[in-house]
């Protein structure tokens, strides 16, 4: 009642929440109930693994997950964090499962593991998932079933790889790091260390530094010098803002680009406008989501110093100070930061897609330009769900995990949904072609509103994925189409026409 009463609208968040895990979340499945083919290897056991596994044995199609790392790497990059790192957009924007209950607006790192680790409970995933078993490679036997690493594993008829954009901690080799007599550490690498009254340096200003700016301040730092090479467009941290931003249906810059930047400029950023980047729109890159760095700005407590990194010295950091719209390496002065502790907050390695077959990556259709950004052109039996994206804004893991999914399933079960190579890159050309004016590649950027898009033609184009149009995007309505299809067989075969059993066999458009 207490909540009722003084948390209205956190009530009825909750409420909607279970609404609609009662709706679209699928069944877990019975304990020893035997699920069917087609079978899915699902390489990476983060949020996006994890998910995606649920969303296959819900609707009864057998996976097996295969995770490098051991036990206490379920999660992904939210197991590797620092306990006082948290989700930055809303989490409305970050339900990555129909079934995921959030019980505030903003959960922090251990929130997010323990809704991911329930989710890999729910559904049966612990016999499921081999961990501290790196893929090496995939490929085809002479059915065109997948086969990861040896036999030995089984064989698949399809692969989800979800191995995300975060692998290893990005260090770069800085001169005189030996010289500096305080502490370094990597911004993932702060939980337990003690700031309490230290003066704290950042080197790096991406979402890494907002996380290291998250620690400055639950150990109450004295100060936290931002050392960043270029300007960065940040954004509220506000859910209107975000998704209004992902409107932007066309999935880059346009005419009217300089309406959301103005507005920033003039109720975000301020007194701070000399912040806000001059030769960059805001539809061009991944955008902070952090209103506490303007604040801590305002207050003395932390500094954003647009700079190049020339070396470390006993006390701190040397860097070149650039005026705004001078590039980088361009002339400025020389200053000597001081500080106690230097956080690197230049993120992570990507992990790499090359267990890959090799011609996954022939260009012009190499990775992210692939089909819905997901599908390589000559293996429709491949999603490489929320791994391929570059820049975005939007939500991160949310509805589009489970959607890319059940395309999957749709081209393995129904083989006239399932899209030919040379309509693949067509799809792909004419994105190009609708993005040609944007200043980023055509698949570099994107917004949620330009995803919806591509899923709504995909499905809408090709008649025989109509009757799959509910189960694509909502998970419900599985059977009907799945009748259809069986009759569809039935009739085919008595015509003499064979479905073959290569499920990598594109054949429509």
């Not at 090479?229 to 409107?247: C, G, M, T, Y």
């Not at 999935?251 to 009217?256: D, K, L």
């Not at 001081?338 to 011609?359: W, Y």
Request: charged letters at 20%.
């Amino acid at each position: 009642m207490g909540n009722l009463i003084f948390h209205p609208f956190l009530f009825i968040y909750q409420v909607i929440q279970w609404v609609l895990g009662k709706l679209l979340a699928p069944s877990p499945p019975q304990p020893g109930e035997k699920l069917g083919r087609p079978k899915i290897a699902i390489i990476g056991a983060g949020l996006t693994g994890v998910s995606a596994a649920s969303h296959c044995v819900g609707h009864g199609f057998d996976v097996e997950i295969f995770e490098a790392g051991p036990r206490e790497n379920l999660g992904g990059i939210w197991s590797r964090v620092n306990n006082t790192s948290g989700l930055q957009i809303h989490s409305i924007m970050y339900r990555f499962h129909p079934s995921v209950q959030w019980k505030g607006g903003y959960p922090n790192r251990q929130q997010i593991v323990s809704q991911i680790t329930q989710l890999w409970e729910r559904y049966g995933l612990e016999e499921k998932t081999k961990f501290n078993t790196r893929v090496e490679k995939v490929y085809q036997d002479e059915k065109g079933r997948w086969i990861i690493n040896n036999p030995s594993e089984g064989r698949f008829e399809g692969i989800i790889a979800a191995v995300g954009t975060c692998g290893e901690p990005k260090i770069p080799s800085i001169p005189g790091q030996q010289n500096f007599k305080g502490e370094i550490y990597h911004s993932s690498a702060l939980t337990g260390k003690q700031a309490k009254g230290k003066n704290i340096i950042v080197i790096g200003g991406g979402a890494s530094a907002v996380e290291a700016l998250e620690f400055a301040t639950h150990e109450d730092a004295d100060k936290t010098y931002i050392l960043s090479r270029s300007d960065k467009w940040i954004i509220p941290r506000n859910p209107l803002v975000d998704i209004l931003l992902a409107f932007n249906i066309f999935g880059g810059e346009t005419m009217f680009s300089w309406i959301p930047e103005t507005l920033l400029r003039k109720f975000f950023y301020r007194d701070l406008e000399d912040l806000a980047p001059s030769d960059k729109g805001l539809f061009t890159g991944t955008p902070m989501v952090n209103s506490d760095v303007m604040d801590k700005i305002r207050t003395g407590k932390a500094e954003w110093l647009r700079c190049d990194i020339k070396g470390f010295v006993e006390d701190g950091v040397k860097v070149n100070i650039r005026a705004k719209g001078v590039p980088k390496g361009g002339p400025g002065k020389e200053k000597i930061i001081k500080g106690d502790m230097v956080v690197i907050a230049t993120g992570f390695d990507r992990p790499s897609l090359d267990f890959l077959p090799e011609d996954c990556f022939e260009e012009p259709y190499g990775p992210p330009n692939w089909y819905l950004q997901t599908f390589p052109p000559q293996h429709p039996s491949v999603c490489c769900n929320n791994c391929t994206y570059i820049n975005a804004i939007g939500t991160v893991g949310n509805w589009h995990i489970g959607i890319l999914t059940r395309m999957l399933l749709t081209f393995l079960v129904d083989s006239r949904t399932r899209p030919s190579p040379f309509w693949m890159e067509r799809w792909i050309d004419m994105t190009r072609f609708l993005k040609r004016f944007s200043p980023t590649g055509a698949f570099d950027f994107f917004t949620y509103s330009e995803l919806v898009w591509w899923f709504v033609f995909c499905i809408v184009i090709n008649p025989f994925r109509w009757k799959w149009a509910f189960f694509v995007f909502f998970g419900i309505g599985k059977s009907l189409p799945k009748h259809v299809v069986e009759a569809e067989d039935r009739l085919r075969e008595k015509l003499g026409y064979n479905n073959g059993d290569n499920y990598d066999l594109g054949q429509s458009f």
